[in-house]
């Protein structure tokens, strides 16, 4: 199978693409970030997906798969940038698809695209539609992309499309959005809230998208593996202090004194949980997750013990 990623350089990306390699498949990968230890057998170019070269990618790599890895949230990219890269993308690699008679696109979005507030039912299902944009305007983008590679499913029968779901990524690299809320040395939380946080191992991601590439299903999947934990047993088993403030002062002291940068949607997710039901993932494609929820934290802390700064820094899901 020659399978396309594009967003390769990110962490999950790259396991994805040795684990593809490793077993037996042609795969290339399409991001701006270059990945310069790429191995060999891995074609990568650094083109944007929004330009011709990245269509130019397609038509001579002609890929039976299309993995769309490459939107980015408002930790990294901020305004109508992030809107052209997240929703321009996804328009264009879903356009090359169509074009190059591609069988499979897989779109990786975020289960943040259910919104969370004190109206929000605690578990999410695939058939609810998106909530409480009005008061996390930063995601608009991400769900837009959302709904647009959801409805490819009927825009384009002959295309097989996955939409996936993912929960919060936790690893060594410590990439992702939790990743980098856990980096520092301390973790704000708004006064009197402890929401559930639910998150998969790095590892048990890629293995998620490679079961969903052997699969094939069609249709909109939450992805989710071991049980929530509230914020502050995350901290705790991470090494990590908190620091509850009312959401005034909090609003204030984001991004200063080592406590990380936030867009003011987003302290809403620091009140109010987002849990994905996933049964319909794991019936479709037989995944369970390796790591529980403990495992997966120490994990991460091994690599940044403490609050420190080692390990791989980046941009994705």
């Not at 837009?144 to 929960?167: G, K, M, Y």
């Not at 995350?234 to 200063?256: C, D, H, K, S, Y």
């Not at 003011?264 to 620091?270: F, I, N, P, R």
Request: with cysteine.
């Amino acid at each position: 199978m020659k399978v396309l990623i594009c967003g390769i350089s990110g962490a999950i990306a790259r396991k994805l693409a040795l684990t593809l390699l490793e077993k037996g498949h042609q795969v290339a990968g399409i991001d701006v970030r270059p990945w310069r230890s790429a191995p060999p057998g891995v074609e990568v170019h650094t083109v944007d997906l929004r330009k011709r070269a990245a269509e130019d990618v397609f038509r001579k790599f002609r890929p039976n798969a299309v993995v769309h890895m490459a939107t980015v949230t408002s930790l990294v990219v901020s305004g109508e940038e992030r809107y052209r890269i997240n929703l321009g993308g996804t328009q264009a690699v879903f356009e090359h698809c169509r074009a190059y008679d591609v069988e499979h696109c897989v779109f990786v979005g975020r289960h943040t695209y259910y919104g969370a507030g004190p109206d929000v039912a605690l578990y999410h299902t695939e058939n609810e539609p998106p909530h409480a944009l009005g008061k996390f305007p930063e995601l608009s983008d991400l769900v837009a992309a959302d709904l647009f590679a959801a409805n490819a499913l009927w825009r384009l029968p002959q295309l097989c499309t996955s939409v996936l779901r993912i929960c919060y990524t936790l690893g060594p690299s410590g990439q992702g959005t939790l990743g980098t809320f856990l980096r520092g040395r301390a973790v704000p939380m708004v006064f009197g809230f402890d929401p559930l946080f639910q998150f998969l191992h790095e590892d048990d991601v890629a293995q998620a998208l490679l079961l969903t590439l052997e699969k094939r299903p069609r249709g909109v999947f939450n992805v989710a593996g071991p049980q929530p934990l509230p914020l502050t047993n995350v901290a705790r088993e991470a090494g990590r202090m908190t620091i509850p403030l009312p959401e005034f002062a909090l609003a204030l002291a984001l991004g200063r004194g080592g406590l990380p940068s936030l867009s003011s949607g987003a302290v809403q997710h620091l009140k109010y949980p987002v849990v994905i039901d996933a049964k319909v993932f794991k019936k479709a494609v037989g995944f369970d997750h390796r790591y529980d929820e403990l495992e997966t934290i120490r994990d991460f802390a091994r690599a940044f013990p403490s609050g420190g700064q080692t390990g791989t820094h980046g941009m994705t899901s």
